[in-house]
């Protein structure tokens, strides 16, 4: 068994529409001898939505994903910046409330589950950043990409609430930038990269929410980016999938490749294009792959 190791929980959006990401996980972790073990009885967290129907049925979902991992003996790492908040925000309030978990256990107990708040949530950022270490993955790198200016861009559920997240300072994060970093790219500064890219927003006001995206890469361009580099499947669909949107509602070309953060640190361990699914990107980093 690997030295790290980990109840995996991609998220549905990585399992059906940014399948990339999933997959460039998996083969990265399996380069860095990180153990991804499958949840396979996992149900989804409920993205949030289900908490404003029944907050009590959303504690009771991720309580059960929870408990799974407990019995594996492990803490849970995600790629979805959404599963990560909604699961950190259900565990703060299992873990800060005895009764509310008593109860809970209660209603997951009819499957034969039970949950002692002995879990941690974690993302593939995190992961990197604390648990393998950045030093450690200096030393794995093959290709530095120091050819490259990468924008990073957190996602609103990578900071916030940051009294259940509790990694990254939410208006001065550090582990993104510290990332690229390690890999040998040029950090870009740039005033969005904490800043939300307009998902949700796109589901009650579309045009708010192309100008929020086109806002965002074209901060990162004005500032010298030739990419950006996101942990969040939702960030990477809407920076993605809706930059020509962005376009011609801005009326400028902006042609940013955005990766997502298991990309990135791919390229640096050698990875080519086809294992990276750079193809199911909408913009293509085609461009910016010469260095390599």
Request: negative net charge; aromatic residues 6%; proline residues 4%.
């Amino acid at each position: 068994m690997a030295e790290l190791n980990y109840a995996y929980y991609p998220g549905c959006a990585s399992q059906a529409i940014t399948k990339e990401s999933n997959e460039t996980t998996r083969r990265v972790s399996e380069l860095l001898d990180i153990g991804l073990h499958d949840m396979p009885r996992a149900n989804c967290c409920g993205a949030g939505l289900i908490t404003d129907y029944s907050y009590e049925l959303s504690l009771a979902l991720n309580a059960r994903i929870f408990a799974q991992a407990e019995a594996m003996g492990m803490d849970i790492m995600t790629i979805c910046s959404t599963c990560l908040m909604v699961m950190n925000t259900a565990n703060r309030d299992l873990k800060n409330d005895p009764a509310l978990l008593k109860e809970i256990n209660k209603i997951i107990g009819d499957v034969g589950l039970k949950y002692s708040g002995g879990v941690n949530i974690k993302q593939l950022l995190w992961v990197l950043a604390e648990d393998y270490g950045l030093e450690r993955l200096k030393k794995k790198i093959k290709k530095p990409i120091n050819w490259l200016k990468v924008a990073p861009f957190y996602g609103c559920h990578s900071l916030r609430p940051s009294d259940a997240l509790g990694f990254d300072d939410p208006e001065k994060p550090w582990s993104l930038e510290a990332t690229i970093s390690a890999l040998g790219g040029e950090v870009v500064e740039y005033g969005g990269k904490t800043k939300c890219c307009g998902f949700q927003v796109d589901l009650v006001a579309e045009d708010t929410a192309v100008e929020m995206t086109g806002t965002r890469l074209l901060d990162a361009k004005a500032n010298g980016a030739d990419c950006m580099v996101t942990p969040c499947p939702f960030c990477h669909i809407n920076l993605d999938n809706y930059q020509g949107m962005a376009e011609k509602k801005l009326s400028q070309k902006i042609s940013m490749p955005v990766f997502h953060l298991s990309q990135l640190v791919g390229l640096a361990l050698g990875l080519d294009a086809d294992q990276l699914g750079l193809g199911r990107h909408l913009v293509s980093p085609e461009g910016i792959l010469k260095g390599t």
